[in-house]
């Protein structure tokens, strides 16, 4: 049987063990689904806007920064953390550099998780599905909530949502 544990914040992610799924709606991983559906060769999570120009200097041609820092979009930055910024046209083909407050950062800081995953309710379906194939003994559903210290109700819905599936359950959200 799998154990499904829901955390919160940035303290939940790093408390988080098994598959892991960090849940950020509104924006990092609506915005990574977007991407993906625009194009994108690939992505790459960073926590801090100096470790995304780091490494997009290694990485050289092909690569575009996207996110935010609270809320705001760090100069320097391609894009900003929306989802429509993401049908632009302008990342087809490149490597994607996200760099977000909560999201990113929770990715970045579940050590203790054997596999990471990020999700919106853009992906709770496709993520449930994959968890289940999977079937991990641990799963565990981190809600960022925002700037990963604050209850959003969102993050904590597509938690609740993504252990209603992963329980065979049909939820109506």
Known sequence: MMEITIKEFISGAQEAQGVTVIIDVFRAFSTACYAFDNGIKRLLDVD???????????????????????????????LGNSPTEMLTGQITGKTLIHCTTAGTNGIMRASGASEILGAGLVNAGAVSSYITMVHPEKVTLVAMGYRGVESAG????????????????????
């Open 154 to 173: 969102e993050d904590l819905l597509c938690a609740r949502y993504i252990r209603d599936l992963l329980m065979g359950h049909e939820p109506d959200i």
């Open 48 to 78: 801090t806007p100096e470790a995304a120009f780091v490494l997009k200097d290694k990485l050289k041609a092909d690569t575009i920064i996207a996110g935010e820092q609270d809320e705001k979009i760090p100069a320097g930055f391609d």
